[in-house]
């Protein structure tokens, strides 16, 4: 499961966003502001990427990746497969909703007695790349991972997705998610504005990590 423990910030600030759209005065800041959530919104699930500012991920698992030490039994691993694939495989977790930020990455894990520790971080490694999806890859040669209490979220992981600062973001993100707040600002939009917009991400998403 992944959840948002901070939402971060927007890339485009009201001010900015009010002089794209060459709105003056304060009487539709209400509606500007919604517009551009709502254009970021659509862009993030569209591309599977964060773009806002330093958001804060967290992502829970029952099991640790390739299902390492001690699991839940075969009828169990069945049931959650679906739920963990997206992130696990090969003793890795492949960090969802790029680019990462490596600003405060941590590893916790409930034990047998059901106390939440931290994995040292001798036991880990966090892999950054900007031509593949970033992950963490565990060290499952030297010994065997820690085993775990039995609930859904046995494992969780805390990083930082999105961009640094909003000067970091790419230039072509940003043109299109201008391009989107002022289509639904203007309420300019129907099917084929949104396939349109849909190709845009796609290409613009394709090898970018």
């Known amino acids: 499961m992944l959840t948002e423990l901070s939402p971060g910030e927007e890339l485009l600030t009201l001010h900015e ?7 003056s005065g304060n009487q539709q800041d209400r509606d500007v502001t919604s517009a551009i959530v ?3 919104d659509y862009l993030e699930r569209t591309a599977a990427r964060t773009l806002r500012v330093q958001v804060q991920y967290q992502a829970t698992l029952p099991v640790w990746p390739s299902a390492h030490g001690e699991v839940p039994g075969p009828e169990d691993r069945e049931r959650y497969a679906e739920r963990f694939s997206w992130s696990c495989r090969e003793s890795r977790f492949y960090f969802p909703q790029p680019p990462y930020l490596d600003l ?14 931290d994995l040292s971080t001798s036991r880990y490694r966090v892999i950054q790349s900007k031509t593949a999806q970033s992950h963490i890859e565990l060290d499952v040669r030297s010994q065997s991972l820690p085993t775990l209490y039995y609930r859904d979220d046995a494992i969780l992981v805390t990083w930082y997705g999105g961009y640094e600062t909003a000067a970091a973001v790419e230039p072509s993100w940003l043109m299109i ?3 989107v ?11 084929k504005t949104w396939e349109l917009f849909d190709r845009q991400v796609l290409r613009l998403h394709d090898g970018q990590y």
Do not use: E, H, M, P
């Open 17 to 23: 966003a009010k002089s794209w759209l060459r709105i």
């Open 38 to 40: 709502q254009a970021r």
């Open 177 to 179: 998610l201008k391009a």
């Open 181 to 191: 707040l002022r289509a639904i600002f203007d309420g300019d939009l129907d099917q």
């Open 104 to 117: 405060d990455t941590c590893v916790q894990y409930y034990d047998r007695a059901n106390t939440l520790s």
